[in-house]
């Protein structure tokens, strides 16, 4: 009975977990025929399956079918049964994710190695994720919710959904339910976070693009109500030409018969046009009507004048001549168009203006239509008299639906809502009457001395007439990075945690179980420096091809694109560089370098690099350099660099007022003078750090306080960092701060003096043109196994004017060099058959090699794996991802000591 309830509990938490999960993914749906492009419940799914079993598998069908019953229309028996194919289809693919993963997570080896992980991320998501996809759009297909022939598509990003959902919510929630077994506890808050902080400014680039896509609709909108108003105006100006050109005829001509009339109307008044009848209406007093009678009579027999009610004018304006003839037409012959009260009015108008006037909407009781029609007077003036006018009788529904035809019924998948009426509320036209629509655009039309109120409304789902490709890639690459950082971070916390409980288990056995132990750390090592190289080369083709791209012609959007992409590949590299040296750290492989450099340069590079900086939040940035100290010094220039660069970027980070100061004090050693003491300061203005947290900030993974990390960013590693590298330099990193008021951070080391490097290159001609001199049809030979990469280094180097030779492996690189004579070899060092190590010891032994310089480019870049370069002969190193500014400086070094 008991476990009955706890069963029954379970499948209803999963069942509501899985709703909320499913709502989520509905809010990152994106319209029109997309499936969500991450489907979080897919991941939740997953995650609880293999944590509490296969009996809670009821709940996954409810709260999936719950969930698709909340988006149909309506709740019927077919939308029931189309609910719950798509929960079954959910259910089954949480049933088949754990038959294939249900081991890896009961052993805990899921984390362990990058072959585990691999292994888990297919299955987990490509492979189980295909069962619901391919339920769900069979059924939306049976159901007629979507054609056949859009079934790939849907099917595709159904699929997409599913499995980034599973990647990137399982592990996560795999994490959470087992961080006891996994030992992580403890750091669990440090292994999501950066995962979470990532998707949500991915979230937030995507909330941004939809909110601009969304805009869309009400846009279009306007345009199309702005070119059906405009349209009006000019249909209604083309209509007054063809009046003014009537007035014309009459005024020019003492008299027009009615063949004249008609054969003239002909050639005016086009079969399109919106116009019932066109007339002559001359002005003729009461006194003089039997006159006119007998004068009209002349051509027309039986013509004779009728009125549609009593009039008050001194004169008569009766219908004389019309066109076409019909027998509509004809019944209006005769009638006097001043007795009835809104014809006499515009009458008036007309001559008291001397201007094209036009009626409120009048039913015509002669015509055989039944809707509104409007009539143009126009005044025929002779001798400066009116003797007359023209008349054009204009149906409002005729004229709406030949605008509406040439403009936005062309767009066959919208169906728009459409009202036309005068300023007194008089409907002209009506079109979709009952229609919802949730966009409404109003235009008001000036046509003569009337105004019309033109009303257009439609739904915004029917107005997106394409797929937002770039809305959904923005958020599947997104979700994709996190995937892979997320990724990263659970194996390597997971790797650390496992190590140092293997550790603490081998301390207590004897020394054999120490042996043990030193070789799992050895083999730790080996295998980050392995996931260092393996991490690094994808890097360097995304900067490489990034940086190619961008001396391509891009718009002002691509460019920004380019450059944020830029930003966040230096991010990752960033991020992933102090990863591996906190690992370095703690398994004391970190060392340091001993070479000659120039602590003003130095100097100059923290100025140049943080003061634009400083510029763009209106904050000072100044340094200051003295002392009697020697400039070239003996150290890692490189860490000393490292440390600054994380000590000034703090500092501007946290400041928004004021600035931050860097001051370098060089002293000379009184007792040694081959000794140098140097004080390093950064001071700044900033929120400063409470006393009481001050000691705390050194620890990785930890800044003064969390809601620092949620306003400012960052990982918390940059200050452990530099704390240890400062140590290993025989000195202490120090702090001293008050809240509100700013912060310094100081240290002190010694150093030796180093001999002055003589400045091979010239001060005045940039890097890139003397290396063009230098390397203009100079025979380059290039080993690299990795095709992006070879493509990457040839882009540069052919820039630079170099003949390229381009091989695979090491043993080509040999057998190339025997072949040919080379002026300059790049030599990647991992490499297939024969690695770059080798390859450079035997090319140098070569006749034809053993004066070339040879250039290693690699992404191993450890202390030992730079010494093992130097040793086989090469005379430099360049790291993988590769800036061009080192690529040019490390070349014209080593291409200027060969002259």
């Known amino acids: 009975m008991q476990k009955t309830k706890r069963l029954t509990l379970l499948n209803i938490i999963t069942c509501v977990l899985y709703f909320l999960a499913a709502k989520l993914g509905l809010l990152l749906a994106i319209p029109p025929g997309f499936a969500s492009a991450m489907w979080p419940a897919a991941g939740i799914a997953l995650a609880i399956v293999l944590a509490w079993g296969r009996g809670i598998l009821p709940g996954v069908m409810l709260g999936s079918a719950l969930a698709n019953l909340t988006v149909?229309?309506?709740?019927?028996?077919?939308?029931i049964v189309f609910a719950s194919l798509l929960g079954i289809g959910a259910m089954?693919?949480?049933?088949?994710?754990y038959k294939l993963l249900s081991k890896q997570i009961r052993t805990g080896e899921w984390l362990v190695s990058l072959n585990y992980i691999r292994l888990f991320l297919l299955k987990a998501g490509p492979i189980s994720c295909l069962i619901s996809a391919t339920i769900g759009s069979l059924s939306l297909v049976g159901f007629s919710y979507i054609n056949i022939a859009d079934m790939p598509f849907t099917w595709f990003t159904w699929w997409v959904g599913d499995a980034l959902g599973a990647l990137f919510i399982g592990p996560i929630a795999l994490v959470i339910f087992n961080r006891h077994k996994l030992k992580l506890h403890k750091k669990l808050f440090q292994v999501i976070t950066p995962s979470i902080m990532v998707f949500a400014l991915v979230v937030i680039v995507f909330a941004f693009n939809r909110a601009e896509q969304s805009q869309i609709p009400e846009q279009e909108l306007i345009k199309e109500s702005n070119q059906v108003a405009t349209a009006l105006a000019n249909e209604i100006a083309r209509y007054q030409a063809y009046a003014r050109a009537y007035s014309g005829l009459f005024s020019s001509q003492s008299d027009v018969t009615p063949t004249e009339f008609e054969q003239f109307s002909q050639q005016i008044i086009l079969e399109e046009d919106a116009i019932l009848a066109v007339a002559w209406i001359p002005k003729t007093s009461r006194a003089n009507k039997q006159t006119f009678l007998d004068n009209v009579r002349q051509h027309q027999a039986s013509f004779n004048i009728h009125t549609i009610d009593y009039s008050v004018l001194p004169h008569i304006y009766p219908i004389t001549y019309i066109y076409p003839t019909s027998s509509t037409t004809q019944n209006m012959l005769g009638l006097d168009m001043g007795s009835e009260q809104l014809r006499s009015h515009a009458l008036i108008r007309a001559e008291k203006l001397q201007a094209s006037t036009i009626t409120a909407p009048i039913i015509f009781h002669h015509a055989q239509y039944s809707e509104p029609t409007f009539i143009i007077f126009t005044p025929i003036i002779k001798n400066t008299q009116v003797s007359g006018h023209s008349v054009l009788l204009i149906p409002s529904s005729k004229l709406i639906s030949n605008v509406l035809e040439k403009y936005i019924q062309q767009q066959a998948s919208l169906n728009y809502k459409v009202d036309l009426t005068t300023q007194s509320g008089v409907v002209l036209y009506q079109q979709l009457a009952d229609k919802?629509?949730?966009?409404?655009?109003?235009?008001k039309i000036h046509l003569l001395d009337q105004v019309w109120h033109l009303r257009i409304g439609a739904s915004s789902s029917e107005f997106i007439a394409k797929k937002d490709w770039g809305s959904w890639m923005i958020l599947t690459v997104g979700v994709i990075l996190t995937i892979l950082l997320q990724t990263f971070i659970l194996w390597l916390t997971s790797s650390y945690t496992f190590v140092e409980r293997q550790v603490k288990l081998k301390t207590r056995e004897l020394n054999r179980e120490k042996i043990k132990?030193?070789?799992a750390t050895i083999q730790k090592t080996y295998f980050l420096a392995n996931m260092s190289h393996e991490l690094r080369t994808p890097l360097n083709a995304i900067l490489g091809l990034s940086d190619m791209l961008k001396k391509t012609k891009l718009s002002d959007e691509q460019a920004d694109f380019l450059r944020k992409m830029q930003q966040a590949s230096k991010s990752l590299l960033s991020l992933i560089s102090d990863i591996l040296d906190v690992s370095k750290i703690e398994t004391g492989n970190i060392e340091l370098e001993k070479s000659p450099f120039s602590i003003r340069k130095l100097t100059a590079k923290v100025k140049d690099l943080f003061e634009s900086q400083a510029e763009l939040k209106n904050l000072t940035f100044k340094v200051d350099y003295n002392g009697n100290g020697n400039d070239w010094l003996l150290g890692d220039e490189h860490r000393l660099q490292q440390i600054l660069f994380n000590l000034c970027s703090n500092a501007l980070k946290f400041t928004e007022t004021g600035g931050v100061t860097v001051r370098i004090s060089n002293r000379r050693d009184n007792k040694n003078s081959e000794l140098n003491s140097i004080l390093f300061e950064v001071i700044d203005t900033g929120i400063g750090i409470d006393e009481h947290?001050?000691?705390?900030?050194f620890n990785s993974f930890t800044q003064a306080d969390s809601s620092i990390t949620r306003k400012y960013g960052g990982s918390g590693l940059g200050l452990a960092i530099s704390k240890t590298l400062v140590e290993l330099m025989q000195g202490q990193l120090r702090c001293r701060s008050q809240l509100g008021i700013g912060t310094q951070f100081w240290f002190e080391i010694t150093m030796k003096s180093a001999l002055q490097q003589n400045n091979v290159s010239q001060v005045d001609v940039p890097e890139e043109k003397q290396l063009k001199q230098l390397l203009n049809g100079a025979m380059v030979l290039i080993a690299e196994d990795n095709e992006i990469n070879q493509q990457i280094i040839a882009f540069h180097m052919e820039s630079l004017g170099a003949e390229l030779t381009l091989v695979e492996n090491g043993l080509q690189a040999v057998q190339a060099v025997q072949d040919c004579t080379f002026d300059l070899i790049l030599m990647d060092?991992?490499?297939?058959?024969?690695d770059g190590i080798q390859?450079?010891?035997?090319?140098?032994?070569?006749?034809n090699g053993i004066d070339v310089p040879i250039v290693a480019l690699s992404a191993n870049v450890s202390v030992e794996d730079k010494?093992?370069?130097f040793d086989a002969g090469i005379l430099a190193h360049i790291p993988k991802p590769f800036e061009l500014n080192v690529l040019h400086t490390t070349l014209l070094h080593v291409l200027s000591t060969k002259i």
């Open 839 to 847: 390859a450079s010891k035997q090319i140098l032994q070569h006749e």
């Open 693 to 697: 947290r001050v000691n705390t900030i």
């Open 517 to 519: 132990a030193e070789q």
């Open 436 to 443: 919802n629509v949730d966009l409404v655009q109003l235009e």
């Open 829 to 834: 060092i991992q490499m297939p058959e024969l």
């Open 867 to 869: 010494q093992a370069c």
């Open 72 to 79: 149909v229309e309506s709740i019927t028996p077919a939308n």
């Open 92 to 97: 089954l693919q949480a049933a088949f994710g």
